[in-house]
T-cell receptor
């Protein structure tokens, strides 16, 4: 069964304190891994799609990396506005093009 | 532009009411989705339309009825809902480029539904 596990469940950082969020996955074959940011009461905002091991993508203070078993979302010098829940999801070969398996998310709080 | 719009933003309804949620995208995407999200949980897939045809129904109760009038619009008709159906309802769309390895979904802002 395809599975996604995110850690930690919650993370509190001081402004400027860099850290990483983890997304471990077990799938029969990976089509793609997705990172989303979600603010309370709002829809998930797309951040990155990663397709294969070794791939990296960056956007402002965020950098996503992918290995054969996990993905990391690195946050460099975070600001309070980076506070949100970060969701990881995978699309697997055996569940088709349109089903996403989500992790339960990491709630990030950045204090000034 | 990667925008999916949803109306209304908030909806309060009684268990005997009939209401509809609306979703629109103008990105030329050929797949559209309905998700339900409870507090502190990830989104749960309800329905998928591919090329305006219902392709996935995740065993959703018949009190939820989806409709795709055209490639840009998606509706969710609600009837005789229960209080436990209160949740954030999310619409998403994806390009459905079959020559790509994966299909990225873009979400709308959601409709906060409360059933009294």
């Amino acid at each position: 069964e395809d599975q996604v596990t995110q850690s930690p469940e919650a993370l509190r950082l001081q402004e400027g304190e860099s850290s990483s969020l983890n997304c471990s996955y077990t799938v029969s074959g990976l089509r793609g891994l997705f990172w989303y940011r979600q603010d309370p009461g709002k829809g998930p905002e797309f951040l990155f799609t990663l397709y294969s091991a070794g791939e990296e993508k960056e956007k402002e203070r965020l950098k996503a990396t992918l290995t054969k078993k996990e993905s990391f979302l690195h946050i460099t010098a975070p600001k309070p506005e980076d506070s949100a829940t970060y969701l990881c999801a995978v699309q697997a070969m055996n569940t088709g093009f349109q089903k996403l398996v989500f992790g339960t998310g990491t709630r990030l709080l950045v204090s000034p | 532009d990667t925008e999916v719009t949803q109306t209304p933003k908030h909806l309060v309804m009684g268990m005997t009411n009939k209401k509809s949620l609306k979703c629109e995208q103008h990105m030329g995407h050929r797949a559209m989705y309905w998700y339900k999200q409870k507090a502190k949980k990830p989104p749960e897939l309800m329905f998928v339309y591919s090329y305006e045809k219902l392709s996935i129904n995740e065993s959703v109760p018949s009190r939820f009825s989806p409709e795709c009038p055209n490639s840009s619009l998606l509706n969710l008709h609600l009837h005789a809902l229960q209080p436990e159906d209160s949740a954030l309802y999310l619409c998403a769309s994806s390009p459905l480029y079959l020559d790509q390895a994966a299909d990225t979904q873009y979400f709308g802002p959601g409709t906060r539904l409360t059933v009294l």
